[in-house]
């Protein structure tokens, strides 16, 4: 029943699955039921469904709520997952937010979310590949951090095969902003340090995108792994930060 409840169906249908698969599944139960307590939305919870990326790291979600805002009229969330970012958009004052997700899981739960914290007469929550129609001032997006390949559907929530999800925002950002808009990107350079994508790469898929870099908001890991020396990522995990890119068409 928890498994079911985790993976948005009560359907009591027989299914096969991994013990891997069903651990994450209970775990998965136990984070959409509890919810996670969320600092920058003034420790209201955000309850996750399985197969969607937890904000359970809030160091990231401090960056979209420490940031200047560019305009409080209008912003796009791509890759809502949750919906966490444009709830904390919506409680910093932006009147409207086109949340995106092409995940029927994710899309529910931004849904269920915003619905839940009180914030869905401003969050618009659509089905669609990265992008909505039009422009806006400020256009967000936490894509997947490491560069691999999923193998199940937890994994998906944080894995970006080929940087797929990162290069589509990047190349399309420019033609969804305004003249005087900011796109964030949100990421952390963990790929980095474990050799999956060089810096260079990702300052030259900026440039080949046709934007420029406004500025940029750092902030170091506080999960216990990055203090743990018996993870085998210790190095890379310790060494990690977490970037808010402020960025914006070189054109301008």
């Not at 919506?90 to 914290?117: F, K, S, Y």
């Not at 310790?238 to 301008?252: C, F, H, K, Y």
């Amino acid at each position: 029943e928890g498994a079911a409840t985790a993976e948005g169906s009560a359907a009591a249908t027989a299914s096969l699955v991994s013990l891997r698969e069903l651990l994450a599944l209970i775990g998965a139960n136990e984070w959409r039921r509890k919810g996670v307590e969320i600092p920058a939305l003034g420790g209201d919870r955000i309850h996750p469904h399985y197969g969607v990326f937890s904000p359970a790291r809030g160091e990231y979600v401090d960056l979209v709520a420490e940031a200047p805002l560019p305009s409080q009229e209008l912003a796009f969330d791509i890759g809502t997952g949750t919906g966490v970012l444009a709830s904390v958009l919506a409680r910093r004052g932006v009147r409207r937010i086109v949340a995106t997700d092409q995940d029927p899981r994710a899309l529910a739960c931004a849904r269920e979310n915003t619905e839940r914290l009180g914030v869905a007469d401003r969050v618009e929550v659509v089905e669609a590949d990265l992008f909505p129609a039009g422009r806006a001032p400020l256009v967000v997006c936490n894509p997947p951090w490491v560069p691999a390949k999923p193998t199940s559907p937890v994994e998906r929530a944080v894995y970006d095969p080929g940087n797929q999800m990162l290069h589509g925002f990047l190349t399309g950002l420019a033609a969804h902003l305004t003249p005087d808009g900011e796109g964030w990107l949100i990421l952390s350079d963990l790929a980095e340090h474990l050799g999956l994508r060089p810096h260079a790469e990702l300052l030259d898929a900026f440039a080949t995108s046709g934007l420029t870099v406004l500025g940029r908001l750092d902030v170091t890991p506080r999960h216990p792994r990055a203090r743990d020396t018996s993870d085998p990522l210790h190095v890379a995990r310790a060494a990690e930060v977490t970037s808010l890119w402020r960025l914006g068409p070189a054109d301008r």
